[in-house]
């Protein structure tokens, strides 16, 4: 079992950066591959970025390639996203996750099994 709590979202405004951690319990959780996902209102959920449970592997969606950047710590069970260049289109609520299994990338939803409440980012123009 993991729990997930996310913490570092707020308002910013283009150009601006935010860096978001996901604080995990659990003794599993170095073992896990971490993503984040995004939520914007009337749209689905996207994924956003993913890290491998040893953190030696990352994968990026097209839009935030170059200004995000995935990251984690298995002594602090913190996986972590900095987020530079915001734009307004950034703007979601933005989830961790944890995945059991070892696919690689796991870029859906569906395949992780963990998730935190969430983190409200606004990027204003």
């Known amino acids: 079992q993991v729990q997930l709590v996310e913490s570092g979202g707020g308002l910013v405004q283009a150009g601006g950066s935010l860096r978001l951690s996901c604080a995990a319990s659990?003794?599993?959780?170095?073992?896990?591959?971490m993503g984040w996902f995004r939520q914007a209102p009337g749209k689905e959920r996207e994924f956003v970025a993913a890290?491998?449970?040893?953190?030696?592997?990352?994968y990026y969606t097209d839009s935030v390639k170059g200004r995000f950047t995935i990251s984690r710590s298995n002594a602090q069970n913190t996986v972590y996203l900095q987020m530079n260049s915001l734009k307004p289109e950034d703007t979601a609520v933005y989830y961790c996750a944890a995945a059991r299994n070892g696919r690689w990338p796991n870029t859906q939803a569906y395949g992780y099994d963990y998730w935190g409440q969430g983190a409200q980012v606004t990027v204003s123009s």
């Open positions: 659990g003794r599993t959780f170095s073992s896990v591959t």
């Open positions: 890290i491998s449970w040893s953190g030696g592997y990352t």
